[in-house]
């Protein structure tokens, strides 16, 4: 059963064909959910992805060069 007064969970959502991999935001997450996927872009470049368990802190959008990482609470 939910309720209206039932919030959902941070989390965070990556745009892997703008991620180049400089994993930046998995050095500054501190639950240390960002990892890198083993997997590549249209780039090349091998991105990242994250876990669950966010706390929408928006360490890892502030520091992405790239600004491929939005928050959401």
Same mark, same amino acid.
């Given at each position: 059963?939910? %309720?209206? @007064?039932?919030?959902?969970?941070?989390?965070? +959502?990556?745009?892997?064909?703008?991620?180049?991999?400089?994993?930046?935001?998995?050095?500054?997450?501190? +639950? +240390?959910?960002?990892?890198? %996927?083993?997997?590549?872009?249209?780039?090349?470049?091998?991105?990242?992805?994250?876990? +669950?368990?966010?706390?929408?802190?928006?360490?890892?959008?502030?520091?992405?060069?790239? @600004?491929?990482?939005?928050?959401?609470?």
């Amino acid at each position: 059963m939910s %309720s209206e @007064s039932e919030q959902k969970m941070p989390y965070i +959502k990556i745009d892997k064909e703008r991620c180049k991999g400089c994993l930046l935001c998995a050095e500054v997450c501190p +639950k +240390k959910l960002i990892k890198i %996927s083993g997997k590549t872009n249209k780039r090349g470049a091998i991105y990242v992805e994250a876990g +669950k368990g966010c706390t929408a802190c928006a360490m890892c959008a502030v520091i992405c060069p790239e @600004s491929c990482i939005e928050v959401y609470k």
